[in-house]
């Protein structure tokens, strides 16, 4: 989807439409959550803190995030991607992967296919989508990224080796900021370029994804569209109006997030047996500390003792902290095969 939570407020607020928007809070604390085409243009981006998008783009106007609705209109769009394939991978609310190779229509072409969806999720939700078509995913997501808003590319069989050759490696999908820098201080700046290290020297320089990166420089990814991928974690954070530094006020700040999350492991009845503390410095730097058990955390007394530890024991590192969050990992319906992740908001 093309800037979903923006486009969604901007389509039932007509106020908006074709204004600079950003969905989240306009304290200085806050961050934006998404943002308008409009407001891209001034360097608004989505993470970004709400004080540095007002000071991009001056007429920016903040609005409140309506997550109810964005589900409700997130379903709405998965209702016509199963009238063409139950082969459907959520990604997140506003995008999904689709393994149409063989599809309910029976229609030979995935073109046709992409076409036929963006304009039935024009109609029923008077919102734009675009699309990327290919051989495997890897291809796919990248290319539903180069023509938004309201776009669609396919990149064929017979091209994609000279696409992803002459793709900027901080286009690839999988490929982070933190990462493309480091491909860029070693000389990497394209597809061709990292294409020229061998299987064993891309392990040596990029650990683990090493591998992804040497298969998709070559147009390989045989990862299957999986409608039952497993979702890892369960977990909640709150940003401050203001820096905190003292114990007492960290457990204090922590004490909603433990219940909530708790209490969702208990509603969905999935517990984790890794419990991990993000603590985010005043400098916007990280400390994230965890603690994992042999066996599944299943009460509450045992939940708050290890969490409130976890605070006891890293606060002193962290100092004066704007964000406090809690997340618990390992669960046990991943082993079973079925996960979920939750992302709690409590601003």
């Avoid at 090493?210 to 390989?220: D, E, L, M, S, T």
């Avoid at 203001?242 to 004490?255: R, V, Y």
Wanted: aromatic fraction near 8%; hydrophobic fraction near 40%; proline fraction near 3%.
């Amino acid at each position: 989807m093309d800037a979903f939570f923006a486009s969604v407020e901007q389509r039932d607020n007509p106020e908006l439409r074709g204004k600079p928007v950003a969905v989240g809070g306009s304290a200085k604390r806050g961050v934006v959550a998404a943002a308008s085409y409009e407001a891209r243009a001034y360097g608004v981006r989505s993470a970004m803190p709400s004080i540095t998008a007002a000071r991009l783009c001056p007429n920016l106007i903040f609005t409140k995030h309506r997550f109810d609705v964005y589900k409700e209109v997130s379903a709405q769009i998965r209702e016509i991607f199963f009238e063409y394939t139950d082969l459907v991978e959520p990604l997140s609310l506003d995008e999904a992967f689709l393994d149409v190779t063989i599809n309910k229509k029976q229609i030979a072409s995935a073109i046709k296919i992409a076409m036929e969806i963006r304009q039935k999720i024009w109609e029923r939700t008077q919102l734009t989508a675009s699309a990327g078509v290919s051989i495997n995913k890897f291809l796919a997501k990248v290319a539903s990224d180069i023509n938004k808003p309201n776009g669609l590319k396919v990149i064929m069989p017979d091209d994609a080796v000279k696409f992803v050759e002459q793709l900027p490696v901080k286009k690839f999908f999988g490929v982070g900021k933190v990462t493309a820098e480091k491909m860029h201080r070693m000389g990497i700046e394209t597809g061709a370029d990292l294409k020229q290290f061998s299987k064993i020297e891309m392990g040596q320089k990029f650990g683990k994804m090493g591998a992804y990166y040497y298969r998709i420089v070559r147009a390989q990814d045989d990862r299957p569209v999986n409608p039952n991928r497993i979702r890892k974690s369960i977990g909640a954070e709150n940003t401050f109006s203001n820096d905190i530094d003292k114990l007492e006020e960290m457990l204090k700040a922590l004490a909603p997030i433990i219940d909530r999350v708790f209490s969702y492991m208990e509603k969905i009845e999935n517990y984790g047996r890794t419990l991990t503390l993000k603590m985010k410095k005043s400098d916007f730097q990280t400390i994230s500390r965890s603690r994992t058990f042999n066996n599944e955390i299943r009460d509450l007394p045992t939940f708050k003792e290890i969490a409130n530890q976890l605070v006891a024991d890293h606060w002193k590192e962290a100092g004066s902290i704007r964000l406090i969050g809690l997340s618990v990992s390992n669960l046990e319906k991943e082993h079973q095969g079925a996960g979920i992740q939750l992302k709690l908001d409590l601003k």
